[in-house]
């Protein structure tokens, strides 16, 4: 398993732009597919960005492509989300999550490790 802490999360208006970091520790990091998902209250924790073991392949969930960029650096042990055009309903508390796998899956079950969460915060 790898551990996992947020940060970068805050206030922002509509158009403005967030950078989320999480920092990973555990021999299994650069091995491992690595995923940002979000929360928004009252609604299932839904795929946002995915990024595989080497940083070489991303994938992310329609709503938020074009927008937002998932990147890796693997000799620090970091992971990011850059989110730029941000709009009300990229508000919720984004999670990092480390897979099982080294390729990019979509399903929360792929996923054995997660951060304690970020809030992101988009007003109008």
């Known amino acids: 398993q790898v551990q996992l802490v947020e940060s970068g999360g805050g206030l922002v208006q509509a158009g403005g732009s967030l950078r989320l970091s999480c920092a990973a520790s555990g021999r299994t990091f650069s091995s491992s597919a690595m995923g940002w998902f979000r929360q928004a209250p009252g609604k299932d924790r839904e795929f946002v960005a995915g990024?595989?073991?080497?940083?070489?392949?991303?994938t992310y969930a329609d709503s938020v492509k074009a927008r937002f960029t998932i990147s890796r650096d693997n000799a620090k042990g970091m992971v990011y989300l850059q989110m730029n055009n941000l709009k009300p309903e990229d508000t919720a508390v984004y999670y990092c999550?480390?897979?099982?796998?080294?390729?990019?899956?979509?399903?929360?079950?792929?996923?054995?490790?997660w951060g304690q969460g970020t809030q992101v915060t988009v007003s109008s």
């Open positions: 990024i595989n073991w080497n940083g070489g392949r991303t």
């Open positions: 999550a480390g897979s099982y796998y080294t390729e990019i899956t979509a399903t929360l079950p792929s996923y054995n490790s």
